[in-house]
């Protein structure tokens, strides 16, 4: 069974302790489960384990100054894209400072954005864990979720004994699996569609759009990380299977519906990002028509798949997508009432860097309740992001039935 880490991206801070050397056995066990990791280290960090070490175990440079890339805003971009955070060592100072909100370096204003789990395994001195004020803030940590590991009884600095030792890498590790294979939409099913159609023209030539399918992966792959079962359903597309994902690779319209009618079922939500295209040529050729030969297409609507699922969704919990040049707002409310949706997507394409191909989106997001996102500039990673949540809004308590 592949690790919950798998394709996950992990944030590793590590802090100024000696049990540091043992933060590069943790990053490589992370890696070893699949998960992408980026190392943040304090300045004092830096003084028990060399930033070469992490680097080459994660292949990325090691994060440690808050203003190092101030046009970027390194702090909130690296916890957006994760999905999670361990930190260990985790002293008595970063404790204190999580425990409080205070965010004075990268790592803690880092962790402070962060949405995802956070694991933190302290290690410090016997004296410095037993004092009033460290045992409160491991007490406010525990109350906000983070997810505390250890530490153990065992040798310590100065040749002392006593608790305070940090765990072992692997119990880390545990701790960090399971807070990942639970989440906000775990006991949900969610099935997503992703990419283009291709509407055969002859045996070479097709009808189709530029969608790349990155936007229809991330909101798998961020269900997915959230706990949900996800079924993916794929036009063509370069992109690998997002990992804990069951994928169906289809090509046309016309397999797109089969594939998305067989899943529908069993699913507590759908979300319909595929850019299906809307028409196709009504008499596909068999072989491939010579340049000489001439070619005169007549096309034909294909199957609108999303108002079909408005039509049969009941209690299931529908979002499309609308992927407009025009009046972004207009034709999304239209839509959002035509299709019978819970929630669409808005959609700005045909500029620079959003809509189809680009690493960006320009969209706002309507529901029927009214609780509408302004139009903004998303990473494709911040919107599956807020889909999700909105997801779990709309979808309510779990039903207690088991997925599997």
Same mark, same amino acid.
């Given at each position: 069974?592949?690790?919950?880490?798998? =394709?996950?991206?992990?944030?590793? #801070?590590?802090? #100024?302790?000696?049990?540091?050397?043992?933060?590069?056995?943790?990053?490589?066990?992370?890696?070893?489960?699949?998960?992408?990791?980026?190392? @943040?280290?304090?300045?004092?960090?830096?003084? *028990?384990?060399?930033?070469?070490?992490?680097?080459?175990?994660?292949?990325?440079?090691?994060?440690?100054? !808050?203003?190092?890339?101030?046009?970027?805003? !390194?702090? $909130?971009?690296?916890?957006?894209?994760?999905?999670? /955070?361990?930190?260990?060592?985790?002293?008595?100072?970063?404790?204190?400072?999580?425990?409080?909100? @205070?965010?004075?370096?990268?790592?803690?204003?880092?962790?402070?954005?962060?949405?995802?789990?956070?694991?933190?395994?302290? /290690?410090?001195?016997?004296?410095?864990?037993?004092?009033? +004020?460290?045992?409160?803030?491991?007490?406010? !940590?525990?109350?906000? #979720?983070?997810?505390?590991?250890?530490?153990?009884?065992?040798?310590?600095?100065?040749?002392?004994? =006593?608790? #305070?030792?940090?765990? %072992?890498?692997?119990?880390?590790?545990?701790?960090?699996?399971?807070?990942?294979?639970?989440?906000?939409?775990?006991?949900?099913?969610?099935?997503?569609?992703? =990419?283009?159609?291709?509407?055969?023209?002859?045996?070479?030539?097709?009808?189709?759009?530029?969608?790349?399918?990155?936007?229809?992966?991330?909101?798998?792959?961020?269900?997915?990380?959230?706990?949900?079962?996800?079924?993916?359903?794929?036009?063509?597309?370069?992109?690998?299977? +997002?990992?804990?994902?069951?994928?169906?690779?289809?090509?046309?319209?016309?397999?797109?519906?089969?594939?998305?009618?067989?899943?529908?079922?069993?699913?507590?939500?759908?979300?319909?990002?595929?850019?299906?295209?809307?028409?196709?040529?009504?008499?596909?050729?068999?072989?491939?028509?010579?340049?000489?030969?001439?070619?005169?297409?007549?096309?034909?609507?294909?199957?609108?798949?999303?108002?079909?699922?408005? %039509?049969?969704?009941?209690?299931?919990?529908? $979002?499309? *997508?609308?992927?407009?040049?025009?009046?972004?707002?207009?034709?999304?409310?239209?839509?959002? %009432?035509?299709?019978?949706?819970?929630?669409?997507?808005?959609?700005?394409?045909?500029?620079? =860097?959003?809509?189809?191909?680009?690493?960006?989106?320009?969209?706002?997001?309507?529901?029927?309740?009214?609780?509408?996102?302004?139009?903004?500039?998303?990473?494709?990673?911040?919107?599956?992001?807020?889909?999700?949540?909105?997801?779990?809004?709309?979808?309510?308590?779990?039903?207690?039935?088991? $997925?599997?």
């Amino acid at each position: 069974m592949a690790s919950p880490l798998a =394709g996950r991206r992990v944030l590793l #801070g590590v802090t #100024g302790g000696i049990a540091a050397y043992k933060s590069a056995i943790l990053c490589r066990l992370l890696v070893q489960r699949g998960a992408e990791v980026q190392a @943040i280290m304090t300045p004092s960090a830096t003084r *028990f384990l060399g930033p070469d070490t992490l680097a080459a175990l994660t292949g990325r440079p090691v994060r440690t100054d !808050l203003f190092e890339e101030t046009e970027a805003v !390194l702090h $909130v971009r690296m916890a957006r894209e994760a999905h999670a /955070a361990v930190v260990a060592p985790a002293t008595a100072n970063v404790l204190a400072k999580l425990a409080n909100g @205070i965010a004075d370096d990268l790592l803690t204003s880092t962790l402070l954005e962060l949405r995802g789990p956070l694991v933190v395994a302290p /290690a410090m001195h016997s004296g410095m864990h037993d004092a009033p +004020p460290t045992q409160r803030n491991l007490r406010a !940590l525990r109350e906000a #979720g983070v997810v505390v590991v250890g530490p153990a009884v065992g040798p310590l600095a100065a040749g002392d004994e =006593g608790i #305070g030792r940090m765990s %072992e890498p692997e119990e880390i590790l545990a701790a960090l699996e399971e807070a990942m294979a639970t989440g906000d939409l775990s006991g949900r099913r969610v099935l997503v569609t992703a =990419g283009p159609t291709y509407e055969p023209i002859d045996a070479v030539r097709f009808v189709g759009n530029r969608s790349s399918g990155r936007m229809g992966f991330a909101i798998a792959a961020e269900a997915a990380a959230r706990g949900a079962a996800v079924t993916l359903v794929a036009g063509p597309s370069a992109l690998a299977d +997002p990992s804990g994902v069951q994928v169906v690779r289809v090509e046309t319209a016309a397999e797109m519906r089969e594939a998305v009618l067989a899943a529908f079922e069993e699913a507590d939500a759908v979300v319909k990002a595929a850019a299906v295209a809307d028409f196709r040529p009504e008499a596909p050729r068999e072989g491939k028509t010579k340049k000489s030969e001439g070619l005169e297409v007549s096309l034909v609507p294909t199957e609108d798949i999303l108002s079909e699922l408005g %039509e049969r969704k009941g209690a299931r919990v529908l $979002v499309g *997508f609308a992927a407009e040049t025009g009046d972004l707002e207009a034709e999304g409310r239209r839509k959002l %009432e035509a299709k019978r949706l819970d929630l669409v997507v808005a959609n700005q394409v045909g500029g620079p =860097g959003t809509g189809f191909d680009a690493e960006t989106n320009r969209a706002m997001l309507l529901d029927t309740s009214g609780d509408d996102t302004p139009l903004r500039d998303w990473t494709k990673r911040e919107l599956a992001a807020e889909i999700c949540d909105r997801l779990v809004k709309l979808l309510g308590p779990v039903d207690p039935r088991p $997925v599997g």
